[in-house]
């Protein structure tokens, strides 16, 4: 099995995007048994196309898991399009067209006016010699469209051609010809629009499965009558729905919205991003989940909506404190060290802290907390504050463990008869200036004995 991404590098990635090229790379690698995952980068247009770009393209899908084992740059390629050209052409399925962009507007009103589809009426086949050599001399250029095979050795005869191929998401699905115009595939320059250098890029790579978005469907059945045409095995098509914002606008690389380079700049984990773009829209419900080959698992093609999909941002964040919540140590520990969290206490830091993290760079908040002077607990009221301040007499002996909270507030209920939130909560804001958190079971040990005794409260407040 190969497979292929084939992004434009005109901007940055979002994560619809990245939903079509974690569907190719599951399909290849976790269902495929070690397929080829190609990327190829759409290049042909100079003016928008970034080397900048690019290499982002390379670096997000490396930080999602990606790594492809193959790169293409269609900007490289051109003489396999020329030889293709000069083939169509040899076979009278090029042909050169000298309309304007007005002309052909005014064509497609008048034939609207007639209850005609506004579909190109060949008009330039019936040029001959002398009538394109008399366009051409005035200073025009032809661009070049491709002869669709829905007429019987008359082109301008009114046959239905349907092409069908089985979808791999959708079932069997069909194009009717006849309702398209033929398509433009050289411009005026000479450069080359997307759909005959992504035909010959996947006949030549042997591309055998193509997974995309489901507004590349009518592309389909364009693409394989050009196949055919060329001679080239026709690989398998499945298009998945897309994704869209919560307000149903459609997702745009080049507006950065969204976009991965964003999301991994905002502290999320590449697998929440990847668990959102892959899961959103299938049946069941959308749980993070630890890495590729389990969201390869969870993939089944069958059960991609045909419906668009609303992204929420949201989803993002809970999906990422799903996997902050349980992620060992190990995965994590430069990263608390990056945040200055000492090594000596950084395991057990970890598992104190993680319950209360969206994201993994929360932990510095924890940090500060643990590890900084005494905190701001004017929040206490003046009975709260003097209980707070006996309280600390009660404080066990000895240096600090897993059992000295529990100790030390059995005594102070012991004491002073205050049970429960009326027990618990003033002591938690003297230690850590917060009305929430980690358990204090677990951070007592880590505030240690000496920076306890610090936060000790004044009897009133100054």
Request: glycine content about 10%; some cysteine; proline content about 6%.
């Amino acid at each position: 099995m190969i497979v292929r991404f084939a992004p434009s590098p005109t901007g940055l990635l979002h994560i619809g995007n990245l939903r079509t090229a974690i569907f190719n790379w599951l399909l290849a690698k976790e269902k495929g048994e070690g397929g080829t995952f190609v990327l190829r980068y759409d290049d042909t247009d100079a003016e928008r196309s970034r080397v900048e770009y690019a290499d982002a393209i390379l670096e997000d899908l490396g930080w999602i898991g990606i790594h492809p084992d193959l790169v293409i740059r269609q900007s490289e390629r051109i003489p396999l399009y020329d030889a293709a050209v000069a083939r169509l052409t040899a076979a009278g399925l090029l042909y050169p067209c000298y309309e304007t962009a007005e002309e052909l507007d005014v064509r497609r009103k008048r034939r609207a006016a007639r209850d005609l589809p506004p579909i190109y009426g060949r008009e330039a086949l019936k040029l001959d010699v002398a009538s394109r050599a008399e366009l051409e001399s005035r200073g025009l250029k032809p661009h070049w469209r491709f002869l669709l095979p829905n007429h019987d050795g008359d082109p301008f005869a009114p046959v239905r051609t349907d092409i069908g191929w089985d979808d791999l998401i959708r079932g069997p699905q069909t194009v009717d010809l006849a309702s398209l115009s033929d398509p433009v595939l050289v411009r005026e320059d000479g450069s080359y629009l997307y759909t005959l250098p992504s035909v010959v890029d996947d006949g030549a790579v042997g591309i055998t499965d193509v997974i995309r978005g489901g507004d590349h469907i009518t592309n389909t059945g364009v693409q394989i009558a050009l196949f055919e045409a060329l001679g080239l095995a026709v690989p398998r098509f499945g298009h998945h729905n897309l994704l869209t914002t919560i307000d149903g606008e459609g997702l745009s690389k080049r507006s950065g919205a969204l976009s991965l380079r964003s999301l991994r700049e905002g502290g999320v984990e590449p697998m929440a991003v990847a668990s959102l773009a892959a899961l959103v829209g299938l049946s069941g419900s959308i749980e993070a989940v630890d890495d590729l080959t389990a969201l390869g698992d969870r993939l089944v093609l069958a059960d991609v909506s045909a419906s668009a999909s609303k992204f929420d941002p949201a989803e993002v964040d809970r999906l990422n404190q799903a996997l902050v919540h349980r992620m060992p140590y190990k995965r994590v520990a430069e990263r608390l060290r990056q945040l200055d969290v000492p090594d000596g206490d950084a395991e057990a830091f970890w598992s104190a802290v993680r319950g209360n993290c969206v994201h993994v760079r929360d932990a510095a908040t924890w940090r500060d907390v643990v590890y900084g002077g005494a905190p701001d607990a004017s929040a206490l009221g003046p009975d709260d504050r003097a209980f707070a301040a006996a309280a600390f007499d009660l404080l066990p002996a000895g240096p600090f463990d897993g059992a000295s909270w529990a100790a030390w507030t059995g005594a102070v209920k012991t004491a002073t008869g205050r049970k429960g939130r009326a027990l618990f909560m003033p002591l938690r804001i003297a230690l850590t200036g917060l009305d929430h958190g980690p358990e204090l079971a677990a951070l007592l040990p880590l505030i240690g004995r000496e920076r306890v005794e610090a936060r000790r409260p004044s009897a009133a407040a100054a």
